[in-house]
């Protein structure tokens, strides 16, 4: 059964996201995008020579970054929703690179849910796993905000 927002219940975990390939291009398109060009992240020699990773490493916030696209491929539309707003992170840790070529997914779980004006706000722990590795690339808690539709 697919879940919709108004189906989840605190302490709910969702279906993990399918894995999102990291490659150099959506690095570098990140790094464009944000202005952030440091070496670590975009050039792959100096990173053989000089990094302890010795390959480029993502930005830590591309990672946050692609939570949104994530939430959208386990949480299914529901009529009485008008919108789902990004209503900002509680918390926020890097705990390990993700590295160029690594694959990554997300990890959900329903922390609480509040009632608000203009509908329900969600808070969920997120974790983002690394294939192959143990620890993830980042924890924190995400907050969306359901607005629900008014009934004229």
Not at 22 to 48: P, Y
Not at 109 to 116: D, L, P, W
């Amino acid at each position: 059964m697919a879940l919709t927002l108004l189906d989840l219940e605190i302490q709910q975990a969702l279906p993990a996201s399918s894995w999102t390939h990291i490659t150099q291009s959506t690095i570098n398109k990140f790094a464009d995008a944000t202005g952030d060009h440091q070496w670590i992240h975009i050039d792959a020699e100096r990173c053989q020579k000089e990094s302890p990773f010795k390959q480029t490493i993502a930005h830590g916030f591309l990672s946050a970054s692609l939570m949104p696209k994530a939430f959208e491929e386990v949480i299914q539309p529901h009529n009485e929703i008008a919108s789902v707003l990004n209503y900002g992170i509680n918390s926020l840790r890097f705990l390990e690179p993700v590295r160029v070529d690594d694959k990554v997914r997300y990890a959900f779980k329903v922390a609480k849910i509040e009632q608000k004006p203009l509908g329900k706000l969600f808070t969920f722990d997120c974790a983002v796993e690394i294939g192959g590795r143990e620890k993830p690339a980042l924890i924190g808690q995400f907050l969306m905000l359901a607005v629900i539709r008014s009934v004229r």
